[in-house]
Nanobody
Framework: QVQLVESGGGLVQPGGSLRLSCAASGSIFSFSAMGWYRQAPGKQRELVATITNGGTTNYADSVKGRFTISRGNAKNTVYLQMDGLKPEDTAVYYC??????????????WGQGTQVTVSS
């Protein structure tokens, strides 16, 4: 009953930037944190960044220092500012909700995601 819609992906050159957005609806406030995952072709999804309702952020080592997660004023949106993009960042990016820094017991359904392609 929670709906998550991602947007903002696209094609960008290495070193470029993108800002991803996630719009949430439904019983999103049952969860204490939101975050971004990504899934590259042929690979399992991985957790990229999370932010709790209290504002605590966590990042995968591969993106730390380059990506910044934030939440909108209404707490029903979450953003991922991606700077210094690398080809290995190419993936479909998804947002989701859960508890704590690992999004434990999170919402089990995936949205459509948004494609990020980093290529020269």
């Amino acid at each position: 009953q929670v709906q998550l819609v991602e947007s903002g992906g696209g094609l960008v050159q290495p070193g470029g930037s993108l800002r991803l957005s996630c719009a949430a609806s439904g019983s999103i406030f049952s969860f204490s944190a939101m975050g971004w995952y990504r899934q590259a072709p042929g690979k399992q999804r991985e957790l990229v960044a999370t932010i709790t309702n209290g504002g605590t952020t966590n990042y995968a080592d591969s993106v730390k220092g380059r990506f910044t997660i934030s939440r909108g004023n209404a707490k029903n949106t979450v953003y991922l500012q991606m700077d210094g993009l690398k080809p290995e960042d190419t993936a479909v990016y998804y947002c989701n909700a859960g508890f704590g820094s690992a999004l434990t017991s999170g919402y089990p359904n995936w949205g459509q995601g948004t494609q990020v392609t980093v290529s020269s």
